[in-house]
């Protein structure tokens, strides 16, 4: 660490390399301006520092993010410019972001590691780590893609009286929202191996954390409903985060009585055609639990292409 000084994260100065840093961490684009607003808007609960060279260009920092719903529980973020890895430095941001958190109360720890990056495992299980999800991420060339073999299996759907709709259609009521809420957090429970618990404790945590996010799109939250009994069955939302060319399918789920009816490939096929038509963007990223076989292999009949991924890291003190 010869020549290497460690400062307060200064937001108009740093933000534009930490953003080509958090893009390579989250493998999703990260703008300067959306940083910059996270940073204001939940200024309280992180805490960071960035590591400076003598020719006082950024070589690395470490960003720890408290839960603003459970305090206990923050999730971490560090990266080392590679000429200047294995060298003690990334011990010592490390060190410093844990002492920062526990100091703030939190005691479960969470990050991602890319899935290509062994050195960055090492890292991380050599800190008491353990692996909790490996996620896999997926892209389509929307510009190829050939939506008409799917219409069947819709049309099939809607004369059995499933209703194919967004939360846009339905008002984006309070009402539709807290059976969005319930579906989305039901299905995700329900996917193989999943041992997260809820997602949303309470429906206020999820609508604050999802539904009024910028990224919420009500056109693009699809769901299905069966009309003889009015219970919402199936689900996909899918948006395009700011800066990226690329739309992102955030999830696609259906409850589990309703399985094997074709349900989950008709909707993802509704979320494609709005991302395609609408957002106007040449192709759609997913991520999937690398354990979810039924809904990997619908992608992949829809013609995603599996692409590096992350693993899912937790540490408990």
């Not at 840093?21 to 808007?41: A, C, H, M, S």
């Not at 008002?171 to 957090?185: F, H, I, P």
């Not at 909707?267 to 709005?274: E, G, H, I, M, S």
Request: charged share 25%; proline share 5%.
């Amino acid at each position: 660490m010869t020549g290497i000084t460690l400062r307060s994260l200064d937001p108009k100065k740093d933000m534009p390399v930490l953003a080509e840093w958090f893009t390579i961490l989250e493998r999703q684009v990260n703008t300067v301006p959306g940083l910059l607003k996270y940073y204001e808007e939940n200024n309280g609960n992180l805490f960071s520092q960035v590591a400076d060279n003598p020719q006082g260009e950024l070589v690395g920092f470490y960003w720890g993010s408290r839960n603003r719903f459970h305090p206990q529980k923050a999730f971490q973020y560090l990266f080392v410019d590679p000429p200047f890895r294995n060298n003690g430095l990334g011990s010592r941001l490390y060190q410093l972001m844990e002492d920062d958190l526990t100091k703030a109360g939190c005691r479960e720890f969470s990050c991602y590691v890319p899935d290509d990056c062994l050195e960055g495992l090492n890292f991380m299980l050599h800190r008491g780590f353990n692996q909790s999800l490996h996620s896999i991420s997926m892209e389509l060339d929307l510009v190829n893609f050939d939506d008409e073999p799917y219409q069947a299996a819709i049309d099939a759907l809607e004369n059995r009286g499933f209703q194919f709709t967004t939360m846009a259609k339905l008002g984006n009521t309070e009402d539709a929202q807290r059976k969005l809420y319930v579906l989305n957090d039901t299905t995700v429970m329900d996917t193989p191996l999943w041992r997260g618990g809820h997602c949303w404790e309470t429906f206020e945590e999820f609508k604050k954390s999802v539904c009024d996010e910028p990224w919420y799109i009500p056109d693009g939250q699809n769901v299905v409903i069966d009309t003889t009994t009015g219970e919402w069955v199936g689900m996909s939302a899918i948006t395009r985060f700011e800066g990226d060319k690329t739309a992102y399918n955030l999830f696609t789920g259906v409850d589990k009585r309703y399985r094997g009816r074709k349900i989950a490939q008709a909707v993802k096929v509704k979320a494609l055609r709005f991302a395609r038509d609408v957002l106007k963007v040449p192709g759609v990223r997913t991520n999937h639990n690398a354990s979810n076989d039924p809904m990997i292999a619908i992608d992949r009949k829809l013609g995603y292409k599996v692409t590096p991924g992350y693993f899912a890291m937790e540490k408990t003190l």
